[in-house]
């Protein structure tokens, strides 16, 4: 692993210490050495994987040098980074940079300096990160492939399906059809006011260099005022006409995916008036004792002085004014939290994103991850705590916590998070494939959004390897506490 240098001629070394030991690197390995990054936690990775950071825009995973020596990291106020290139930046965390400087043929075993005493000794770099993290192959192309192959392979029965992005303002229960909303996005603090404007616009903000005004919904449907701006109050960047508005909701509560028949027209004494230009339908749902009331966004903007002041907003954006949906390099992910990291699945794999349900059906010998099964409009779902299985510690808020159900083929499950905060569109440019380092420990890891401009690091999961996962762990669990079992 680590092996004594002899060079035949003088060469230049960057000598690192490492707990009490130092060591040397080719300084032709040495890209650069940084202070510590903002470090994303990489699930089910080698021990020895830190995490992800944000390089210039590159994503760098960042490998404990303690702990691919066999020893425990343990926390340095001079710890720095070393980043090495392999193709793609590497990023090697160490107690402290000691020299920089020559070593020629010498009679000693030193491969730097030893003017501290203890020679320091040359790393095999590439062996010592194959011990943890094998052949660096990349299966990236191959799975983006697969993913949308599975988006697009739906049953005829599941084509019939609406599906329904859903939210609360004051208090209701309110919808939104998915093809009509690009994405949901927090409020954004920046807002300006647009002067002799409607008490509906609210104002006008930036999202991703593109102006985007702001209404609210709760004005714009006569709802009672107040609650608006909240910690948990969203943006619903939705289709209006030619250009894309943003519908300031009080928070988002669910994705589901719905027959036609389960939404009802609006009844008939209701259509009088201003109800039938903005609700298309009644969603029921929990037998009849839950309503959701489902926005049509063709009628939902009646007054002619409002659409011309939104649409002199928007015209000032020549990319708002001509949008008619996501660019073709687009994609659209479900973003949800789980141990304080951000994670995404594509869209197109989510069946619905629900509530958890207050009573689960558990069920004998199963492994401590699975929570248990739901009933979920006569399915029967297999729901699993995403928190055991990624092994973090502590439990989430189960106010806030949602089952994400996913669907490849005939597998379905549910799996717990602790909140579901975006429906996010994200551009081809700031989607990254997962370092080669990350692919052996963790290939649940798809690909990784990076959006430098806000400062965020989203791990996009592979849905059908977190299936196949789910569904292998499952039946080896099942396994091992059932000695009587027959092998196959």
Not at 234 to 257: S, T
Not at 315 to 332: L, V
């Amino acid at each position: 692993m680590t092996q004594a240098a002899s060079a035949a001629v003088a060469q230049s070394f960057l000598t690192v210490q490492v707990g009490d030991e130092r060591f040397a690197l080719p300084a032709s390995d040495v890209a650069e050495v940084i202070r510590p990054p903002a470090v994303t936690r990489v699930p089910l990775g080698p021990s020895s994987l830190l995490g992800v950071a944000n390089l210039r825009g590159a994503v760098m995973p960042v490998v404990s040098l303690h702990r691919l020596l066999g020893g425990e990291a343990s926390p340095s106020s001079h710890a720095r980074v070393v980043v090495i290139d392999r193709g793609t930046p590497v990023g090697l965390m160490i107690d402290r940079v000691t020299s920089l400087g020559e070593a020629g043929v010498a009679s000693s075993d030193s491969a730097a300096d030893d003017s501290m005493g203890t020679p320091a000794r040359m790393i095999d770099l590439d062996t010592l990160l194959a011990k943890d993290f094998g052949s660096f192959t990349r299966r990236a192309q191959h799975r983006q492939a697969q993913a949308a192959t599975d988006g697009r392979d739906r049953t005829a029965a599941e084509q019939n399906q609406v599906a329904l992005v859903c939210f609360a303002v004051a208090g209701q229960d309110f919808a939104l059809p998915l093809t009509s909303v690009r994405e949901v996005v927090a409020l954004p603090d920046g807002v300006a006011v647009v002067p002799q404007t409607d008490s509906v616009m609210l104002g006008v903000t930036s999202l991703r260099g593109q102006l985007l005004p702001l209404v609210s919904l709760r004005a714009l449907l006569g709802l009672r005022a107040g609650g608006q701006g909240g910690e948990r109050s969203r943006v619903v960047v939705a289709r209006i006409g030619q250009g894309l508005v943003g519908l300031v909701i009080d928070g988002m509560k669910e994705i589901l995916r719905l027959p036609d028949s389960a939404i009802d027209p609006v009844p008939a004494i209701l259509t009088r008036g201003n109800a039938e230009a903005q609700i298309q339908g009644i969603c029921r749902l929990e037998g009849g004792r839950r309503l959701v009331s489902v926005l049509s966004t063709n009628h939902l903007f009646r007054d002619q002085a409002l659409i011309e002041q939104i649409t002199s907003q928007a015209g000032k954006n020549h990319d708002m004014d001509t949008a008619d949906g996501p660019s073709k390099g687009d994609e659209q992910f479900i973003v949800f939290q789980l141990g304080g990291e951000e994670y995404g699945l594509p869209i197109g794999v989510v069946d619905e994103v629900v509530r958890v349900p207050d009573t689960l059906t558990r069920l004998p010998r199963a492994p401590a991850f699975i929570e248990g099964v739901m009933n979920l409009r006569g399915r029967v779902i297999p729901v699993i705590d995403q928190r055991r299985r990624f092994r973090f510690e502590g439990q989430g808020e189960r106010r806030r916590e949602r089952v994400v159900v996913v669907r490849i083929d005939q597998m379905q499950a549910g799996f717990v998070v602790d909140t579901v905060s975006e429906v996010l569109s994200i551009p081809q440019s700031q989607l990254r494939p997962t370092p080669d380092l990350a692919a052996d420990g963790s290939q649940v890891i798809d690909r990784i959004a990076n959006i430098e401009v806000e400062g965020r690091m989203i791990l996009l999961l592979d849905p059908r390897e977190l299936l196949d996962r789910a569904e292998k762990d499952l039946l080896a669990a099942m396994g091992q506490s059932d000695p009587e079992r027959p092998a196959s």
